[in-house]
C-alpha cells in the first residue's frame, strides 16, 4: 500500500532553517514524481517544488527559489526539502505528493493522486 509520511516540521524564527522529509512506501520514488505543497490558513494548497525522476530536473514557485531545494535520496525513498532563510510568508502545512508519472514535474493539486498527511511549519519572531 502506498503511503507518503512528511516529518521535521516545526517552529523557527525568520532568517532560520527547516529539513522537511517525505518517506514513501509501497513503491520506489525512482519511478515517480514528487512534489512539495503549502497551505496556509485559509488559502488554497500551493505548489512549492517539485522534481521529476525521468531526467532529475526540479522546479520551484518563484516565492521560494533560491531558498528552498527539493532532494532526493533513492536508497532511502526519501524526498526532502531544505528550507533556509525563512520568511513570514513561510508557514502552512507542508504536504508532499506523488504523481502516478515519473514526468513532468507539476505546481498543480490536481495532478498528484497520492498525498501524506502534512507537517506544519511556523514562522515567528
Known amino acids: 500500500q502506498l503511503q507518503l509520511v512528511e516529518s521535521g516540521g516545526g517552529f523557527m524564527q525568520p532568517g532560520g532553517s527547516l529539513r522537511l522529509s517525505c518517506t514513501v512506501s509501497?513503491?520506489?520514488?525512482?519511478?515517480?514524481?514528487i512534489g512539495w505543497f503549502r497551505q496556509a490558513p485559509g488559502k488554497g494548497r500551493e505548489g512549492v517544488a517539485c522534481?521529476?525522476?525521468?531526467?532529475?530536473?526540479?522546479r520551484y514557485a518563484d516565492s521560494v527559489e533560491g531558498r528552498f531545494t527539493i532532494s532526493r535520496d533513492i536508497a532511502n525513498n526519501t524526498v526532502y526539502l531544505q528550507m533556509n532563510s525563512l520568511q513570514p510568508d513561510d508557514p502552512g502545512v507542508y504536504y508532499c505528493?506523488?504523481?502516478?508519472?515519473?514526468?513532468?514535474?507539476?505546481?498543480?493539486?490536481?495532478?498528484?493522486?497520492?498525498w501524506g498527511q502534512g507537517t506544519q511549519v511556523t514562522v515567528s519572531s
Open positions: 522534481s521529476n525522476s525521468r531526467d532529475g530536473k526540479v
Open positions: 509501497g513503491t520506489t520514488l525512482r519511478n515517480y514524481a
Open positions: 505528493a506523488q504523481r502516478h508519472t515519473s514526468f513532468p514535474c507539476s505546481s498543480q493539486p490536481r495532478e498528484y493522486p497520492h
